[in-house]
C-alpha cells in the first residue's frame, strides 16, 4: 500500500517537472521571439533581459539547450561580473579581504593622518572632506615582505615629542613601530587583526615620520597612485 | 603593566640563527624570520593565544618586543615575562646592556 503511494507521488512529480521545464522552455523561446520583433536593427539587450537569463541559468539546468541569441559563456560572463561587483560592495566597512585605515585613526584622533604603504607607489589619506570616510586599499598577495607603513601627522608628532619618545635608531627620521603602537592602541588592536592568519597573515608594522615635511597639516583629497 | 613590554641585550647570533636556537629550546612558540623595510632582517616569534614577540637587531644592541593581547591581565603578562627570562634569552645567548643605551 505504502509503496504504491510513492509510486504514485514520484510519477505526479516527474509529470510535475516535466511540465515545468515545458513552461521554463516556453517562457525562454518566447523572450528571444520578443527581442527580434523590437525595432533594432542589431540585436539590442536590455538590462531585464539579461537579468532573465542570469536567473534562468539558476533555476533551470538545461538553459543553455534553449538559448539561442548569444553564447551561454555570456551569460555566464554576466552572472560573475554581477557577483563580484555584489561581493565588493559587501566586503567594504572593516571586513575581510580589505584594509581600512581610517578606523583605527579616527578612533585614535588622528584625523590629520597620511598613510604611505613603503616601498610602492601606493599613497592615500585617511582623511576626505569630501567624500565619507572609509577609502579601501586591496592587499596584494605578490608583495612578499611585511607591510611597513607610514604614518605622517602634526598630532602623531606632537604627542610622541611630548610622550619623550626618541627616533629609531638607525632612521632617525621615523618614529619605532613599538612606540607608535604603544601610544596608540587602536593601531596595536588594528596590527594585531590584520597580522592574523584569518586575514593577510603578515605583519603590519606602523612607524611614525618625524620629518616635518611630510607631516600634512591641512587633510589633503584621497589620492591612489600606482594600483 | 602595559600591552607591549622591551627588553634590551646584547647576542652573538645572527637572525638565522637565532630562529634556529629559539625552534630548538622554545619549541611551543613558533618561530620565523621576517624582513621589513625600517627594521630589516628580525625574528618574529607568536604563541597560540596571541602574544607577539619580535627580536630587532639595531646595531648598538639587539631588542626583544613583547605584543601581548588586550585580554592578557597583569599577572599572565608577568608570568609570560619571566618565561622570556628563563628561557628566550639564555637560547639566544643574551647579555645585558649598559642601563639606559636603549630607548
Redesign the interface.
Known amino acids: 500500500m505504502i509503496k504504491a503511494l510513492f509510486c504514485i507521488i514520484a510519477l505526479l512529480s516527474v509529470g510535475f517537472k516535466q511540465r515545468c521545464e515545458l513552461a521554463l522552455e516556453n517562457l525562454a523561446l518566447s523572450q528571444q521571439l520578443a527581442l527580434f520583433n523590437r525595432n533594432h536593427k542589431r540585436l539590442w539587450l536590455r538590462r531585464m533581459d539579461r537579468l532573465f537569463w542570469v536567473y534562468v541559468s539558476r533555476i533551470w539546468e538545461r538553459w543553455r539547450e534553449s538559448l539561442i541569441v548569444v553564447k551561454p559563456d555570456t551569460v555566464v560572463r554576466r552572472h560573475r561580473k554581477g557577483f563580484a561587483l555584489c561581493w565588493r560592495r559587501l566586503s567594504r566597512h572593516n571586513r575581510a579581504g580589505r584594509i581600512c585605515f581610517s578606523y583605527p585613526l579616527a578612533r585614535d584622533g588622528l584625523t590629520d593622518a597620511t598613510v604611505r604603504m613603503?616601498?610602492t607607489a601606493t599613497t592615500f589619506y585617511s582623511e576626505n572632506p569630501g567624500k565619507p570616510l572609509g577609502h579601501h586599499w586591496d592587499a596584494d598577495p605578490a608583495h612578499p615582505?611585511?607591510f611597513?607603513l607610514e604614518l605622517g601627522s602634526a598630532k602623531l608628532t606632537q604627542r610622541m615629542s611630548e610622550g619623550g619618545?626618541?627616533a629609531?635608531?638607525?632612521?632617525p627620521t621615523?618614529y619605532k613601530?613599538?612606540h607608535v603602537?604603544?601610544q596608540h592602541?587602536s593601531l596595536?588592536?588594528f596590527s594585531?587583526k590584520w597580522?592574523g592568519p584569518d586575514y593577510l597573515g603578515r605583519?603590519v608594522?606602523f612607524?611614525g615620520l618625524t620629518d616635518p615635511k611630510y607631516v600634512s597639516t591641512t587633510p589633503s583629497d584621497f589620492v591612489l597612485k600606482g594600483r | 603593566m602595559?600591552?607591549?613590554v622591551?627588553k634590551s641585550f646584547k647576542s652573538p647570533l645572527s637572525v638565522d640563527e637565532m630562529v634556529k636556537a629559539l625552534q630548538t629550546n622554545v619549541p611551543e612558540v613558533s618561530w620565523g624570520g621576517?624582513?621589513?623595510?625600517?627594521?630589516d632582517l628580525y625574528v618574529?616569534g607568536r604563541t597560540a593565544d596571541?602574544v607577539?614577540i619580535r627580536i630587532l637587531n639595531?646595531?648598538?644592541y639587539d631588542e626583544l618586543?613583547v605584543?601581548f593581547?588586550?585580554r592578557y591581565f597583569d599577572e599572565r603578562k608577568k608570568a609570560f615575562m619571566a618565561r622570556i627570562d628563563a628561557e628566550v634569552l639564555p637560547a639566544i645567548g643574551a647579555t645585558e646592556v649598559p642601563h639606559g643605551i636603549a630607548?
Open positions: 613603503r616601498g615582505r611585511n611597513d619618545y626618541e629609531h635608531p638607525k632612521i621615523i613601530t613599538r603602537m604603544e592602541p596595536k588592536e594585531d597580522a605583519e608594522n612607524v | 602595559k600591552d607591549i622591551a621576517r624582513e621589513s623595510e625600517y627594521d618574529l596571541g607577539k639595531y646595531e648598538a618586543e605584543y593581547p588586550s630607548t
